[in-house]
Structures are given as C-alpha cells and as structure tokens.
Nanobody
Framework: QVQLVESGGGLVQAGGSLRLSCAAS????????MGWFRQAPGKEREFVAT????????YYVDSVKGRFTTSRDNAKNTVYLQMDSLKYEDTAVYYC?????????????????WGQGTQVTVSS
C-alpha cells in the first residue's frame, strides 16, 4: 500500500490559483498511476485528472482542461495539481489517489489508496 497526504488547499477568490500537493510514502511511488478527484457537498466524487506512473501522460475532465495541470516528481514521491483561473464551481474537497492501472482510468473504484482530502473553497 501507499500512504497519501494532501496539502495546499484553502480559500481563494474566483480567478485565483492554488497548488495542491500529495506526498506519498510506503510502496514505490513510481509504480503507481496517480489521480485527483473532488467531492462537493451533496454530490458524488468526481474525477479531475490523472497522470501516468512516469509522468509522461496526463488526462483531464473537460471542465478543468486548460485551467488545471497535474505533474509529479518521483524523486520526491509527490504529485501536484496546479489550479489556475479557479471558478466557484471548483469548490470541493480534493483527494489524491493511487492506482496500479497502466492505462487511463477515471473510475474511483480503480484507485486503491486515497488521501484524507484537502478543502478548496473559491469565493465568487
């Protein structure tokens, strides 16, 4: 298993930026595809972005394309989510998750390990 801890959430005005970090420990981080999900109050957990184990490929939900960027530093066992041009509707608890899937997957069921989440609040 890999243990995940998110940080970097907070309160930001619409149009602003935040960078989330997710630090991993335990099993070899570089073996895992990483994903970002979010959950707003009263809504189901939603896929946001995923990055391959090497960091060579990424995939995003349409609503964040061009605004969010995920990256990873395998030497630091950390994955990042840079969020720019934030909108009120981006408000949610953001989670990072680890998967052994090699191909792109957006289903939470395919991610075995999860962080505790970090709150992102965007004021309008």
């Amino acid at each position: 298993q890999v243990q995940l801890v998110e940080s970097g959430g907070g309160l930001v005005q619409a149009g602003g930026s935040l960078r989330l970090s997710c630090a991993a420990s335990g099993r070899t981080f570089s073996n895992y595809r990483m994903g970002w999900f979010r959950q707003a109050p009263g809504k189901e957990r939603e896929f946001v972005a995923t990055i391959s184990s090497s960091g060579g490929s990424t995939y995003y939900v349409d609503s964040v394309k061009g605004r969010f960027t995920t990256s990873r530093d395998n030497a630091k066992n950390t994955v990042y989510l840079q969020m720019d041009s934030l909108k009120y509707e981006d408000t949610a608890v953001y989670y990072c998750a680890a998967s052994r899937w090699v191909v792109v997957t957006t289903s939470p069921r395919n991610f075995e390990n999860w962080g505790q989440g970090t709150q992102v609040t965007v004021s309008s």
